[in-house]
């Protein structure tokens, strides 16, 4: 597999945060299972078969109780980095980080957090989620305008990013926003979106 920077510094990143947590990385995984879910109200009370799209090392919600599968276009990668991580739930190994490797209308739900800007065509990967996505299915999104972390990302997104592509309907027009903004709105965005 031909590695692209970005992709490269991704890898770079969980491997030295598996290495910094050591023994502990499960456990920190469980926690960031609760940081990123708190602001999804309805996520908790989701049903049905989902997705989980750009899982890293190990997908945050393997502490959910839920059935999904969970896929990363670096997991080959990953597996290098903690191979002895028992994952619970299935996970596919894709090669095409734009696009979703399942048939149409598979999907109730898709958490997509902090993964769409770390694509080159953000367009084309909401196209896939939308497609993957049943009448109804909800999609569960958030990226992170975190420039610190610049080197993994294709290009970074803040607030101006988020309304250009509303304007562009990156979003698509057949999604509902149930949308809420978290109060440092410099930090991140997140929504939750129904497929109409």
């Known amino acids: 597999m031909n590695l692209e920077t970005q992709q490269i510094e991704e890898i770079k990143f969980w491997k030295n945060l598996a290495e910094e947590k050591g023994e502990n990385y499960e456990q920190h995984r469980k926690g960031d299972y609760h940081a990123e879910t708190k602001n999804f109200p309805h996520f908790k009370s989701q049903d049905g078969f989902g997705l989980d799209l750009g899982c890293g090392l190990i997908s945050v919600l ?45 999907f109730d739900w898709v958490f997509c957090v902090n993964v769409v800007d770390h694509t080159k065509d953000p367009k084309r990967l909401m196209r896939e989620i939308f497609r993957v996505l049943k009448p109804g299915g909800k999609l569960y999104f958030e990226v992170n305008f975190d420039d610190h972390l610049l080197a993994p990302h294709y290009e970074l997104w803040d607030n101006e990013k988020i309304n250009a592509l509303k304007q562009m309907n990156i979003f698509k027009t057949d999604f509902e926003f149930v949308e809420r903004v978290d109060k440092d709105q410099q930090s991140r965005y997140w929504a939750e979106m129904i497929k109409i």
Not at 67 to 73: G, K
């Open 62 to 106: 393997e502490f959910s109780g839920k059935s999904f599968i969970a896929i990363d276009p670096l997991l080959d990668e990953y597996d290098k980095i903690v191979p002895v991580f028992k994952r619970m739930v299935a996970y596919e190994k894709q090669f095409d980080p734009d696009t979703i490797p399942f048939r149409d209308e598979n």
